[in-house]
């Protein structure tokens, strides 16, 4: 994944935390990833948000209304489980989710901006108290160097599958090649070949869920009840539907 960065007059798109919370509007976010599509990004910095951060998964948080998805690293997904050294599984979606919030969660995070994903993200290095998040989940071990974008951590990477820390102390599924295989099973069992549940709360809220989200099996569509099936996240996202808290 390219990285990007803004001129220094678009420095308007930082936003801080002011009484213990955060001042946005959906129109400055949006002004963002219009930015970064449209290749506006020629400064040697990028914008930064600051704010206090809700952990969505291992690898995401939002501050404020805008999701975050961090640079360079691809944690378990919060439905997957892990082989142990000694045989049996753990939680290892789990657990990358909370250790997240024990570095992130409720706390003051900077985050600066790199790109934008398809999915209405700002992929981002954050860091709290001037110490990098990703590398923390990196040096537990309960993430994996996302080399298809960067290579920035490859190197924490080596250290902790050498000493066996969390997904490397046995051959555990990296998370892209879980979603594949989720999405490929989905695929299959799912009408015309859309495998994205979008589901209507009781509440009345659009939530679609993709097939490694937690409560995808236990979520049933009905269409005669507006509920629907996409065929991708911006298809879901293009017709009003958010996703799942944990994708």
């Known amino acids: 994944m390219q990285r990007h960065s803004f001129r220094p007059e678009q420095d308007r798109l930082t936003h801080l935390a002011a009484g213990g919370g955060s001042r946005w509007t959906v129109a400055v976010v949006s002004l963002a990833l219009a930015l970064f599509a449209a290749g506006a990004v020629t400064a040697d910095t990028g914008p930064t948000i600051t704010g206090l951060a809700d952990v969505i998964d291992g690898d995401g948080l939002k501050i404020g209304p805008v999701a975050i998805r961090l640079h360079g690293i691809d944690a378990p997904e919060a439905g997957q489980t892990c082989p142990r050294a000694g045989g049996g599984t753990w939680s290892c979606?789990?657990?990358?989710?909370?250790?997240?919030?024990?570095?992130?969660?409720?706390?003051?995070?900077?985050?600066?901006?790199?790109?934008?994903?398809?999915?209405?993200?700002?992929?981002?290095?954050?860091?709290?108290?001037?110490?990098?998040?990703?590398?923390?989940?990196?040096?537990?071990?309960?993430?994996?160097?996302?080399?298809?974008?960067?290579?920035?951590?490859?190197?924490?990477?080596?250290?902790?599958?050498?000493?066996?820390?969390?997904?490397?102390?046995?051959?555990?599924?990296?998370p892209w090649d879980y979603r594949a295989d989720r999405w490929g099973r989905a695929v299959e069992a799912s009408p015309s070949g859309c495998?994205?549940?979008?589901?209507?709360?009781?509440?009345?809220?659009?939530?679609?869920?993709?097939?490694?989200?937690?409560?995808?099996?236990?979520?049933?569509?009905?269409?005669?009840?507006?509920?629907?099936?996409?065929?991708?996240?911006?298809?879901?996202?293009?017709?009003g539907w958010r996703s799942a808290e944990s994708r």
């Open 195 to 239: 495998p994205i549940k979008g589901n209507i709360s009781a509440s009345g809220e659009r939530i679609y869920h993709t097939p490694w989200s937690p409560y995808y099996g236990r979520t049933q569509i009905s269409e005669a009840q507006g509920e629907r099936w996409f065929c991708d996240e911006a298809a879901a996202q293009a017709a």
């Open 93 to 174: 979606g789990k657990d990358a989710a909370q250790l997240l919030d024990d570095l992130a969660g409720g706390r003051e995070v900077v985050c600066t901006a790199l790109d934008g994903d398809p999915y209405g993200r700002i992929v981002a290095s954050c860091a709290v108290g001037g110490r990098d998040v990703a590398t923390g989940i990196m040096r537990a071990g309960l993430a994996w160097a996302y080399v298809e974008y960067s290579d920035d951590y490859v190197a924490i990477e080596a250290e902790a599958k050498a000493a066996g820390l969390g997904v490397w102390q046995a051959a555990a599924e990296a």
